[in-house]
Nanobody, 122 residues
Framework: QVQLVESGGGLVQPGGSLRLSCAAS????????MGWYRQAPGKQRELIAA???????NYASFVKGRFTISRDNAKNTVYLQMNSLNPEDTAVYYC????????????????WGQGTQVTVSS
């Protein structure tokens, strides 16, 4: 069993910053990629950023240099630093992880966190 727990969401004023964290725990051999997604009311869940175990990253175009994804492999934790937030960033933010459960696993299992609300409003 693998659990992902997000934290760091909340209410922030436009132009402000937040740092989200997501810690994975449980029966984990290793984690391949980890990512952050978000889902606004009435919209589909969309990828924000992802990072591999080696530190390679990719970002959605709407991030525009405002967000930074990082990772601590020793802690199985991924972070999302969000700056210059605007009301359009209001959404539930989810993390996910591609997990190898065993040393001889040839494929990963994808796990999701429960989500953390980010609200950008004055």
């Amino acid at each position: 069993q693998v659990q992902l727990v997000e934290s760091g969401g909340g209410l922030v004023q436009p132009g402000g910053s937040l740092r989200l964290s997501c810690a994975a725990s449980g029966s984990i051999y290793s984690i391949s990629s980890m990512g952050w997604y978000r889902q606004a009311p009435g919209k589909q869940r969309e990828l924000i950023a992802a990072i591999t175990s080696g530190g390679s990253t990719n970002y959605a175009s709407f991030v525009k240099g405002r967000f930074t994804i990082s990772r601590d492999n020793a802690k199985n934790t991924v972070y999302l630093q969000m700056n210059s937030l605007n009301p359009e960033d209001t959404a539930v933010y989810y993390c996910n992880a591609d997990v190898y459960l065993h040393f001889d696993s040839t494929y990963t299992h994808v796990y999701w966190g429960q989500g953390t609300q980010v609200t950008v409003s004055s």
